[in-house]
């Protein structure tokens, strides 16, 4: 079964300070990994994914995620936060091995919070 | 693009009665999706359809039926509400291709008392 661990329900980081929100995974397969915002009374917005090739990928409103396949993990960055960032990030997983349907499994999500 | 629209937005229902939530998207997209978001849990897959006129249960179906006769449209139905349903619901969609990503609407906010 696949799975993902978000292990932070919230951080806290200063503006302008760079920032780093967690997700480890597991997936029987190659791992298709997505990451998606969602602001307060909106639904979630993706932000990026990591399908093959480079493992450094870069998205929306500057932010990136670093794959790392031995440690299975999928951390979202941003070199330096904005006010504007704080919401709530959840990381997703799929088995990207299988055809056809698969299910996406969510992490729990890590609300961002970032300090004037 | 309107993208992926919920309605209603909000509703209280009182426990017992019955209720059909609406999506509706214009992305051609083949998959649709029902989830519902309830704190410290993420989200919870009840029903998913991969095409017109097809339906499958996901993780959390139970109390909850769909349908899906116009590609466009995908319907959530609660037949008799209890207060275990209040949560916020949001509909999906997306490309049958496994690395395109999932497009959410809005939201629907359910109050059963």
């Known amino acids: 079964a696949q799975s993902v661990a978000q292990p932070e329900d919230q951080v806290n980081v200063a503006e302008g300070n760079p920032l780093t929100v967690k997700c480890t995974y597991s997936?029987?397969?190659?791992?298709?990994l997505f990451w998606y915002v969602q602001y307060p009374n909106r639904g979630l917005q993706f932000l990026l994914k990591?399908?093959?090739?480079?493992?450094l990928v870069k998205g929306s409103y500057g932010f990136e995620a670093e794959f790392n396949k031995s440690q299975t993990s999928f951390h979202l960055k941003k070199p330096s936060a904005l006010v504007s960032d704080s919401a709530l990030y959840f990381c997703?997983?799929?088995?990207?091995?299988?055809?056809?349907?698969?299910?996406?499994?969510f992490g729990t999500g890590t609300k961002l919070q970032v300090i004037p | 693009n309107a993208g992926v629209t919920q309605t209603p937005k909000f509703r209280v229902l009182k426990t017992g009665q019955s209720m059909t939530l609406l999506c509706a998207q214009d992305m051609n997209h083949e998959y649709m999706y029902w989830y519902r978001q309830d704190p410290g849990m993420g989200l919870r897959l009840i029903h998913y359809s991969v095409g017109e006129g097809t339906t499958a249960k996901g993780e959390v179906p139970d109390g909850y039926n769909v349908s899906r006769l116009k590609k466009q449209n995908f319907l959530l139905g609660l037949e008799s509400a209890a207060p275990s349903q209040t949560s916020v619901y949001f509909c999906?969609?997306?490309?049958?291709?496994?690395?395109?990503?999932?497009?959410f609407g809005d939201g629907t906010r359910l109050s059963i008392l």
């Open positions: 997703a997983v799929r088995d990207g091995l299988r055809r056809g349907y698969q299910k996406v499994t």
């Open positions: 997936v029987s397969g190659n791992p298709y």
């Open positions: 999906a969609s997306s490309y049958p291709t496994g690395n395109q990503p999932q497009h």
């Open positions: 990591y399908i093959t090739g480079d493992n």
